[in-house]
């Protein structure tokens, strides 16, 4: 047995459930739609936590800043480099059956090894306090005080621990998912001119006064639709779900669905700010509450009110996957428990990081004069830096024969992974130039 077939076969206590449904004996339109719920996962949730809080601000102050010109085309158009990157982490860990940084560890030494965990740990803890400061923003105008504000908030993403095994837990944070849609909404309810929207897709337009910041807007927007969170929440979901390369069609699917989702979110997103062109001073500081105020004073209190209870989910979501992604990459590097088939007992460990970094997150907004931009700047920073070699490393391992077997990259997948990384440090180095002289 080669090193691929015996990696498949290895036990894996959420296989049972999710392979019990895709080979089930349902026939016709029964079958493609129990399918569908079967193979929706590591993929699409990963993609639509893509869109957290600290994202959709950001989504937001681009089209209150540039209108739908160039970023709603933009956005969509860079669905198929979070698929690639999405596809090759979750082929990574169908095939191998091993988790992102156990791979590193084992094929790169331990240098390479601690040092993605660290960063990416350290990055998490600022991404979720930028998931914090989006959930309680809602909760604080409301009237309620910003300590429990967060301590709430701090309660309803911990009880997700509480649920019984990885399939219920998925099923629980699809449908927080699902609820991203209400961007959409509000979208929809800022009446944007069709025409115009029409007309950025066939002109790309950059108003010439803003030439000079659409450099640092590209690279915020690109940044956020590609993070390392990512790369290690679908790998270790993939295998946690229990997905092997004989469902490797349905990964796929599954992250497609994700990305493309994420993308039509996120332009709806674009196109709810872009009503707020004008409306709020010192638009690049805006956070959550100039937002939702800006919503109430210029298209009404529901639009406003569905903006702070969607900027809440994508902030509930986020702080979910981004926990998680920190725990199964922790835990599968010093070879913990890390299965959400186990209870709190059973991986004690893997659950202390994972309510560990929110409980971090929960008391750190309470600190005076946080500087939200501030993390975000640097959290973006980093996550440049970590995502080069994460991508260098997935792109070797995806291409390794030994490593994948009959399921490696082919040619034109290579030339297309080795072109983002090329890309990836492209913007990286323009968003160094951007920080440092301007």
């Known amino acids: 047995m080669n090193k691929v077939k015996a990696a498949a076969a290895l036990p894996?206590?959420?296989?049972?459930?999710?392979h019990e449904m895709v080979s089930g004996r349902k026939k016709g339109w029964r079958r493609s739609l129990w399918l569908l719920w079967a193979?929706?996962?590591?993929?699409l949730i990963s993609a639509m936590a893509d869109n957290d809080a600290g994202g959709v601000i950001s989504y937001t102050v681009t089209g209150a800043v540039f209108g739908v010109g160039l970023f709603v085309p933009l956005v969509l158009c860079l669905?198929?480099?979070?698929f690639t990157i999405q596809e090759m982490s979750m082929r990574?860990?169908?095939?191998?059956?091993?988790?992102?940084?156990?791979?590193?560890?084992?094929?790169?030494?331990?240098?390479?090894g601690y040092y993605l965990i660290s960063t990416l740990a350290f990055e998490n803890l600022l991404i979720l306090i930028t998931e914090f400061i989006g959930m309680t923003a809602g909760l604080v105008l409301l009237g309620l005080p910003l300590w429990l504000g967060s301590a709430l908030c701090l309660l309803l993403v911990v009880v997700f621990v509480l649920f019984t095994g990885y399939w219920t837990k998925e099923r629980v944070v699809l449908f927080v998912a699902a609820l991203n849609v209400v961007f959409l909404v509000v979208a929809v309810m800022t009446h944007?001119?069709?025409?115009?929207?029409?007309?950025?897709f066939a002109a790309w337009d950059i108003p010439a006064s803003l030439h000079a910041a659409v450099v640092w807007y590209m690279i915020a927007t690109v940044g956020n639709a590609v993070a390392p969170w990512m790369i290690f929440f679908?790998?270790?979901?993939?295998?946690?779900?229990?997905v092997t390369s004989e469902e490797l069609h349905l990964g796929r699917l599954d992250s497609a669905l994700g990305t493309v989702l994420q993308a039509v979110v996120a332009a709806g997103a674009i196109i709810a700010g872009a009503a707020l062109f004008g409306h709020i001073q010192n638009i690049g500081a805006a956070g959550p509450a100039d937002l939702i105020r800006a919503f109430d004073d210029r298209i009404g209190r529901w639009p406003a009110v569905l903006f702070g209870i969607g900027l809440f989910n994508a902030g509930f979501l986020a702080s979910i996957t981004v926990s998680l992604s920190s725990s199964w990459s922790i835990a599968e590097l010093f070879g913990w428990s890390k299965s959400l088939n186990d209870k709190i007992s059973e991986a004690p460990k893997f659950y202390a990081v994972y309510i560990g970094s929110l409980v971090f997150a929960a008391f750190a907004i309470l600190v005076p004069h946080l500087p939200l931009n501030y993390f975000s700047i640097v959290a973006q920073v980093i996550g440049g830096i970590l995502m080069l070699p994460l991508l260098i490393f997935m792109v070797l391992m995806t291409n390794d024969q030994t490593l994948m077997g009959e399921y490696k990259t082919g040619t034109f997948g290579r030339i297309w992974g080795w072109s983002m990384v090329a890309l990836l440090i492209a913007l990286t180095l323009a968003g160094l130039v951007q920080m440092l002289f301007h």
């Open 12 to 18: 894996d206590a959420g296989r049972p459930k999710f």
């Open 39 to 43: 193979l929706m996962g590591p993929g």
């Open 79 to 82: 669905a198929p480099l979070t």
């Open 92 to 112: 990574l860990g169908a095939v191998t059956r091993v988790g992102f940084s156990r791979l590193v560890l084992q094929h790169y030494g331990r240098f390479w």
């Open 192 to 200: 944007p001119d069709p025409a115009a929207i029409g007309h950025a």
């Open 234 to 242: 679908q790998g270790s979901g993939t295998i946690d779900k229990g």
